[in-house]
């Protein structure tokens, strides 16, 4: 048979066939373990900010629920 024919034939009877191609498997799909963090920034992981802004404070101070202070200052009658 030419080949081409008989590239039909395989493909007909063959049990490997597919219906239709899969999809490949990403880049470093199969390494175990976790990557070092330069690796992650070359992958495009982590992205670093070349001016990072800047934490904003709190308005008011933050009202503690319990303080030591205040059990002291109250003294029974």
Known sequence: LPEEEKQKKLS?????????????????????????????????????????????RRRLPLNALFSPRQERNQLPN
């Open 12 to 56: 007909a009877c063959s049990r490997h066939r597919f219906l239709y191609i899969p999809p490949c498997t990403p880049e470093n799909f199969w390494e175990v373990g976790f990557p070092s963090t330069q690796t992650c920034i070359d992958r495009g992981y982590i992205k670093e900010e070349k001016n990072p802004q800047m934490r904003l």
